[in-house]
C-alpha cells in the first residue's frame, strides 16, 4: 500500500496523542487514585435527619490518624457538626468525606484540594482526601442553589 508521507505522519500523530492521552488517564485514574465522585449510594432524602451517619454530622475518629466527615446541605448552609461552620483536622490525617443534601443539588467544593463533589437529593456523595497542607480551607457550594447560594459555606482548618 502506497501512502503519501504527510498521511503516514498525521497516522503516527494521531495515534500518539491517543496513546499520550490513555496514558494520563491511567496514571490518574491508577497511580494518582482520581476517581468520578460515586453516586451508587442511595438514601431517603425525605429522612437524612435520621439516616445515619446524617443523624449525627461532623468529624470522627476511625482510627489512626484516620477521620470521618459527615455533611449534610441545605439551602444556604453546610452542617458540619460545629456552631460556627468550622472543623478542625490535623494536619496528615486521612478524611472519609460523606455528604448529601436535604432538599435541592448543590455543590460541594473544598478550595485547593482534589475534594470537588456535586450532592444530589437521595445520594450519598464520597471522597477521601489526605490533608498534607496546614491552613484553611473554605468548603464551597459551586451549584447555583438559590438566593443565598453565594453564603453558603463552612471552613475546614488544618492544623499542625
Ligand atoms: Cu448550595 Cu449553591
Redesign the pocket.
Known sequence: MNMHKYEKIWLFFGTGTLLVFLIIVGISAFYMGNQPPSCAVTLDPEKVDEWPPFDEPGLKQIGDNEYQLTVV?S??HFDVGTDDGVVQIPKGATVHVSATTKDVI??FELVGTNVNMMLEPGYISTYTNTFKNSGTYTLL?N???GTG?HL?TATIEVIE
Open positions: 446541605a439551602a444556604f448543590h455543590g457550594c451549584e447555583y442553589c447560594h453558603m
